[in-house]
């Protein structure tokens, strides 16, 4: 064997082949089940977004508490501060990335969690912001914007509808 090979598990994560997924263990009903199995040994980010109207000090206080109580359930997190209310935590295995955010989402100060497009509200949202799995607003509002296309003049590709004289 040569010496400059490189081991399988020393392979940046883009070079390693994807681990067999055991369809057995997805339940039809649950669509996350899949999610859960195919970011199963990927690194997988999720954006959390501190209630009220704290301070980047004070976001760095409160999601430092949770990052350490995952730390000792476990969980590898890394924690990044992108916001006076917004952190990104960084999972090494994102199929633990579902138990974080029932976690996540169970804090008091947590106003919510967005986790592969999908926005999960915390105990710390305002009532009327508390819509279960509210898409991105900007996939909502493209999806408006292909709506009022499509109701609008129908377009097709010819370059004019009748012929013109000039």
């Not at 004070?58 to 508490?65: A, F, P, Q």
Request: glycine content about 8%.
């Amino acid at each position: 064997q040569k010496d400059d090979d490189i081991e399988e598990g020393d392979l940046p994560e883009h070079k390693r082949p994807p681990a067999p997924i055991d369809f057995s263990k997805i339940d039809p009903g649950k669509p996350e089940s899949i999610l859960k199995l195919t970011k199963k040994g990927k690194t997988l980010m999720m954006f959390v977004t501190v209630s009220g109207n704290p301070t980047e000090k004070e976001t760095e206080e409160i999601t430092s508490l949770w990052q350490g109580s995952l730390f000792n359930a476990n969980y590898d997190v890394q924690r990044f501060i992108v916001g006076s209310n917004r952190a990104i935590f960084m999972l090494r295995d994102g199929g633990y990335a579902w138990e974080i955010k029932d976690f996540l989402i169970n804090q008091e100060r947590c106003a919510d969690v967005t986790l592969e497009g999908q926005v999960y509200p915390g105990k710390g949202a305002d009532k009327n912001e508390k819509v279960k799995n509210k898409t991105k607003p900007e996939k909502a509002k493209k999806k408006k914007d292909a709506e009022k296309k499509s109701n609008g003049v129908k377009e097709d590709n010819r370059a004019t509808n009748q012929r013109e004289e000039l």
